[in-house]
């Protein structure tokens, strides 16, 4: 596959392309109202959107917003059934076949066959090899301050412009991520976000590896675990890294960001780990039980 985004919009919009990511997109959503009156008639609806994709007018609709509560209280902005059905057909086409190849395998969010669990397990194996060569350690547990609410869109895009040079999927990307005006801010509710997300926060991933040369470093979107051989090492990665992402990202640690001895484990997506036990954490616990 080629290294930039060229000529692909034509080749990859078309009426199966776009019916494939509606089916993908209305997935357990079937009950919805919107999604019943939209398969009505959704072979006019999307020979429609076709046309208003090839013919360059097409404009992302507004949002309903609501709030949930778990795991914490957040904003969701949720698009119209038609805007999300171009959400999955971008990311689809255009995001995961370009962008995914260039996360560092010690990503786990939203990438198929990683996830919560599977950056558990590594991080508990990885400790393990720790203790076996170190015999101590240092753990580095990082958190962003409200790192959705503080993407950068501009920032964002630039990051996105390295790579897409077909002038139509530029377009689009630009109607999606400034679907709502605003500088900051990424709307929790779109397919697009996580990946954008992904795609934001993989500057200071290859930042980490390549250059600050951490072997052991795990990213579970902006839950981030490094361990390291002593504490002066620790505490010099965590101030580059702070500058790092102040002045390329405009992003900030948060108070969770600590320094840890070895032998306390550390709190990393949901379970508490150390290197012989994986124990869902209490509070994890609790909200199971509320779901039963």
């Known amino acids: 596959m080629a290294k930039w985004i060229k000529n692909e919009f034509e080749k990859v919009l078309t009426y199966d392309n776009l019916m494939k990511a509606h089916n993908l997109s209305k997935k357990g ?15 006019e609806y999307i ?20 709030y949930v509560t778990e795991p914490k209280k957040r904003k969701i902005e949720k698009s119209k059934c038609i805007d999300r059905i171009v959400h999955r057909f971008y990311v689809d ?36 090899h720790c203790k076996n060569i170190w015999k101590n350690y240092y753990i580095l547990k990082m958190d962003i301050r409200k790192f959705f609410d503080n993407i950068d869109k501009d920032i964002l895009l630039k990051i996105l412009e ?57 990213r579970y979107l902006d839950d981030t675990v490094i361990l390291l051989q002593t504490k002066q090492e620790a505490i010099k990665v965590l101030e580059k890294i702070k ?27 949901g379970y508490k780990i150390n290197e012989y036990r994986l124990k869902i954490r209490d509070r994890r616990k609790k909200k199971n039980k509320e779901k039963d």
């Not at 959503?29 to 072979?43: A, P």
């Not at 020979?47 to 609501?66: D, P, R």
């Not at 995001?95 to 786990?108: D, L, R």
């Open 243 to 269: 500058i790092f992402l102040k002045q390329k990202l405009e992003l900030e640690l948060n108070e969770k960001t600590q320094i840890f001895k070895s032998n306390q484990g550390v709190n990393f997506c």
């Open 162 to 218: 390295r790579k897409i040079k077909d002038k139509k999927v530029l377009w689009l990307t630009k109607e999606i991520i400034y679907s709502i005006k605003r500088k900051k801010g990424m709307e929790i509710g779109n397919y697009t976000s996580q990946m954008f997300a992904n795609i934001y926060l993989n500057e200071i991933d290859q930042y980490a590896k390549h250059v600050l040369k951490c072997k052991y470093y795990f």
């Open 47 to 66: 020979m429609w959107l076709y046309e208003q994709l090839k013919e360059g007018i097409y404009k992302h609709g507004s949002y309903t917003t609501f």
């Open 93 to 128: 086409n255009f995001m995961k076949p370009y962008f995914e190849k260039q996360f560092i395998n010690t990503s786990y969010a939203c990438i198929k066959n990683r996830g919560m669990h599977k950056a558990c397990l590594d991080v508990q194996k990885t400790m393990k």
């Open 29 to 43: 959503k079937g009950y919805r109202k919107e999604i019943i009156l939209f398969e009505l008639k959704k072979e």
